[in-house]
T-cell receptor, first 116, second 116 residues
Framework: DTGVSQNPRHKITKRGQNVTFRCDPI?????LYWYRQTLGQGPEFLTY????????KSRLLSDRFSAERPKGSFSTLEIQRTEQGDSAMYLC??????????????FGQGTRLTVV | AQKITQTQPGMFVQEKEAVTLDCTYD???????LFWYKQPSSGEMIFLIY??????QNATEGRYSLNFQKARKSANLVISASQLGDSAMYFC?????????????FGSGTRLLVRP
């Protein structure tokens, strides 16, 4: 399977704990995006990377959230001191953005976080 | 402010019939893109169709077509010959600006149920 891969698929954590999610984009895709989707809503943009550079962060991304893409390949999203309001599906997407080629965003299956 | 509105929380359609899912948008940009994604119960967002604001023809992709009415700011999705596998959540989304950055703004979605 050469699509966007997200791990874990499900995570249950106690309030106050830290969690980290991983996203492996499609291999030649240089842009990577994180979205959050709460129940009954559409996804909301969190942040995106072009290669290893984080180019934009939403105001939704509080200080407890940090995302990295150290080598321009996989990315991690960490949430510190989780709160019940962090319970959501976290979606990752990737795309190609270059002078020669552009594609739509391809999404992974998401990581569903439940904070108890 | 940019906004996507999907006024149909749920829709039913008989198998083999056509169905229209409504989407209206609000933007002050002249250049923007409109997308429709399908989200089955597995969670991933599946790209269906794209319409650019300067495209003169309505977009079509197989059984999917986008009824783009720029003056009314609407971008309705038409699914012809519905199949049982079309049962899913459908999201309309917008990207503002000429850049192909995938900072998408999503609507709240429409749940489609195809009846046999």
């Amino acid at each position: 399977d050469t699509g966007v891969s997200q791990n874990p698929r499900h995570k249950i954590t106690k309030r106050g704990q830290n969690v980290t999610f991983r996203c492996d984009p499609i291999s030649e895709h240089n842009r990577l995006y994180w979205y959050r989707q709460t129940l009954g809503q559409g996804p909301e943009f969190l942040t995106y990377f072009q290669n290893e550079a984080q180019l934009e962060k939403s105001r939704l991304l509080s200080d407890r959230f940090s995302a990295e893409r150290p080598k321009g390949s996989f990315s991690t999203l960490e949430i510190q001191r989780t709160e019940q309001g962090d319970s959501a599906m976290y979606l990752c997407a990737s795309s190609i953005h270059s002078k020669g080629a552009r594609t739509e965003a391809f999404f992974g299956q998401g990581t569903r976080l439940t904070v108890v | 402010a940019q906004k996507i509105t999907q006024t149909q929380p749920g829709m039913f359609v008989q198998e083999k019939e056509a169905v229209t899912l409504d989407c209206t948008y609000d933007t002050s940009d002249q250049s923007y893109g409109l997308f429709w994604y399908k989200q089955p119960s597995s969670g991933e967002m599946i790209f269906l169709i794209y319409q650019g604001s300067y495209d003169e023809q309505n977009a079509t992709e197989g059984r999917y077509s986008l009824n783009f009415q720029k003056a009314r700011k609407s971008a309705n999705l038409v699914i012809s010959a519905s199949q049982l596998g079309d049962s899913a959540m459908y999201f309309c989304a917008m990207r503002e600006g000429a850049d192909s950055s995938y900072k998408l703004i999503f609507g709240s979605g429409t749940r489609l149920l195809v009846r046999p």
